[in-house]
């Protein structure tokens, strides 16, 4: 079964930094994608970013400029880098991954901004 375990959340102020990691039970090569999602509060879950096995990034509507993902193939690990954090990212981050048309998703990291 594959885990992905994700770290990095908590409560920052608004202009403040994060990133989140996502760590793979298994060779991150091993998926299509590899990928970032967002959930605010009484809202529908959104696409934050994602890596294909090739490389290729891919960023949701908006997403792109203040957010950038990474990843580190040798610790099986993807990363999201926030900059510019603002009141409106306020949400839980989830980590997802696919294989063919199997899709997993981590337990989720809460992202607080607040003064």
């Known amino acids: 079964q594959v885990q992905l375990v994700e770290s990095g959340g908590g409560l920052v102020q608004p202009g403040g930094s994060l990133k989140l990691s996502c760590k793979a039970s298994e060779n991150i090569f091993n998926f299509n994608t590899m990928g970032w999602y967002r959930q605010a509060p009484g809202k529908e879950r959104d696409f934050v970013a994602k890596?294909?096995?090739?490389?290729?990034?891919y960023y949701g509507d908006s997403m792109e400029g203040r957010f950038a993902i990474s990843r580190d193939n040798a610790k099986n690990t993807i990363y999201l880098q926030i900059d510019g954090l603002k009141s409106e990212d306020t949400a839980v981050y989830y980590c997802?991954?696919?294989?063919?048309?199997?899709?997993?998703w981590g337990q989720g990291t809460q992202v607080t901004v607040s003064s």
């Open positions: 890596i294909n096995v090739g490389g290729r990034i």
């Open positions: 997802h991954a696919n294989i063919l048309s199997r899709n997993y």
